[in-house]
Nanobody, 122 residues
């Protein structure tokens, strides 16, 4: 059973910063893309940022220049550094990873974390 556990959420004032972490644990053969998604109240879940095992990144337009995604492959961990936070960044942030459960797996599986709440408010 593979688990993703997020941490680092909380309450921050507009203009502030937070750093989210997500650790993948359990039995798995490989991890490919890892990413952060977010879901604001009353809205659908959306992509914030993703990163490949080789370090290629992609960001939603709404977070470009403010958020930075990174990962430590040795620790199976992905990070999201969030700067210049705005009230509209308020959401539950979810970590997602594409994994191969074993070397005999024929396809990649998606695994989601439980989410961590980020609230940006004065």
């Amino acid at each position: 059973q593979v688990q993703l556990v997020e941490s680092g959420g909380g309450l921050v004032q507009p203009g502030g910063s937070l750093r989210l972490s997500c650790v993948a644990s359990g039995s798995m053969f490989a991890i490919n893309v890892m990413g952060w998604y977010r879901q604001a109240p009353g809205k659908e879940r959306e992509l914030a940022a993703i990163i490949t095992s080789g370090g290629l990144t992609n960001y939603a337009d709404s977070v470009k220049g403010r958020f930075t995604i990174s990962r430590d492959n040795a620790k199976n961990t992905v990070y999201l550094q969030m700067n210049t936070l705005k009230p509209e960044d308020t959401a539950v942030y979810y970590c997602k990873a594409n994994i191969l459960r074993s070397e005999r797996s024929l396809s990649w599986s998606e695994v989601w974390g439980q989410g961590t709440l980020v609230t940006v408010s004065p």
